[in-house]
Each structure stands twice: as C-alpha cells, then as structure tokens.
C-alpha cells in the first residue's frame, strides 16, 4: 500500500524515526495535496514519471477544495487542542505571518471570511458564499481581503505556491534538533493521526 506517492508502507522500519515521519508528513503533503493543486491550476511535471501536465481551465475551486485543509493540518501541528476553525485560523497565521500585522478587525474579517466563506462554503456546499471568489489580485499575493468590502479574493494559481513554499520551511524547521516544542508537538499529532 502506498503511504505517499513514492513510499510504500512495506518500506518502513518500525518504530519510525523522527525523520521518518516528517518525511512521510512532506511528501504526502507535497506530493498528493499541494503538487497535485498545482499541476491543476497552473501545470507543470508530475513526480515520479516526469510527465508534463497541461492547467485544467476551471479548476479554481477544485484547487481551493485540495488546497485548505493544509491550513487546518498546519494548526494542528501547534499542539494546541482546539476546534476545527481555531486550528485552521491558527494555521492560516502560520503559514501567513504578514497576516499578524493587519489590523485586527480586517485580520478577524479575512480569517472569518476564508473559514466560513472559503472552507465551509466548499466543504458543506460546494460553493463559496458571498464575498468570497477566485481572482488574480494586483498586489501578487495568493489571498487578499477588502475590509470595506468584506470581500476575500483568493488566486488559485499562487496558493498552492504559497502553501508549497511553507511546507518547505516548515520541513526545516522541523528537521532541526533545535526547534524542540514545534518538533514535540508534531511527533504528538504524527503519533495520534497515524498511530505508533
């Protein structure tokens, strides 16, 4: 059985190492959520065979569906118990630290409107409610919202980058014996998501 796109499970050594399961963590993430969002927003070369794939038009909410619950996984990795909304605001955050420096009310906006407009709008609707699409904002970031408006943009081509360039740093972090909360609490999450 495969455990990430270029792992089988019969290739592990029990008990896995710490690394092991960072590893096995950020090549499911990369390889079957956040590449694969990529690929269908914007194109590019599959892993593992090379093959050059073409964007799929119309696919936006399709990479929105893959792309957000990266963010809940991320808030998860705290070591906080929380519910569902304040790990995924959490996690939101995390991966978007500019976010910490707006304003509260316009921070409080955009992660109310990417929650309950974005996430529970695609998961228990399959829609987006109002003040909440897909767009290519001027400003080249990947979510962008208007406190005025109370309208949240997101770019379906740059989020799965943005969130691939977190994995990244994230993979790091947690691969330096230094970061000994961040690593704890993600061995805890490993441990209790996957089992031992």
């Given at each position: 059985?495969?455990?990430?796109?270029?792992?089988?499970?019969?290739?592990?050594v029990?008990?896995?190492?710490?690394?092991?399961?960072?590893?096995?963590?950020?090549?499911?993430?990369?390889g079957?959520?956040?590449?694969?969002?990529?690929?269908?927003?914007?194109?590019g070369?599959?892993?593992?065979?090379?093959?050059?794939?073409?964007?799929?038009?119309?696919?936006?909410?399709?990479?929105?569906?893959?792309?957000?619950?990266?963010?809940?996984?991320?808030?998860?990795?705290?070591?906080?118990?929380?519910?569902?909304?304040?790990?995924?605001?959490?996690?939101t955050?995390?991966?978007?630290?500019?976010?910490e420096?707006?304003?509260?009310?316009?921070?409080?906006?955009?992660?109310?409107?990417?929650?309950?407009?974005?996430?529970?709008?695609?998961?228990?609707?399959?829609?987006?409610?109002?003040?909440?699409?897909?767009?290519?904002?001027?400003?080249?970031?990947?979510?962008?919202?208007?406190?005025?408006?109370?309208?949240?943009?997101?770019?379906?081509?740059?989020?799965?980058?943005?969130?691939?360039?977190?994995?990244?740093?994230?993979?790091?972090?947690?691969?330096?014996?230094?970061?000994?909360?961040?690593?704890?609490?993600?061995?805890?999450?490993?441990?209790?998501?996957?089992?031992?």
């Amino acid at each position: 059985m495969k455990i990430t796109w270029k792992d089988e499970d019969t290739d592990l050594v029990w008990p896995l190492t710490f690394e092991k399961k960072v590893g096995i963590f950020y090549h499911q993430a990369l390889g079957w959520q956040l590449h694969i969002a990529d690929l269908i927003s914007n194109g590019g070369e599959e892993f593992g065979s090379g093959r050059k794939v073409a964007s799929v038009d119309h696919s936006g909410f399709a990479v929105l569906q893959i792309c957000l619950s990266y963010l809940e996984t991320i808030g998860k990795h705290q070591g906080v118990k929380r519910r569902d909304g304040k790990n995924f605001r959490a996690g939101t955050l995390e991966v978007f630290p500019e976010l910490e420096k707006v304003p509260a009310s316009a921070q409080e906006g955009l992660l109310d409107a990417l929650y309950f407009g974005a996430r529970c709008g695609l998961y228990h609707n399959s829609r987006t409610s109002r003040g909440v699409g897909l767009g290519q904002p001027q400003n080249g970031e990947a979510i962008v919202y208007d406190d005025q408006t109370q309208t949240l943009v997101i770019n379906p081509h740059l989020l799965p980058r943005a969130l691939k360039g977190h994995l990244e740093l994230h993979w790091a972090k947690l691969l330096d014996p230094k970061n000994v909360l961040p690593r704890q609490h993600f061995a805890d999450w490993f441990d209790e998501s996957f089992g031992h």
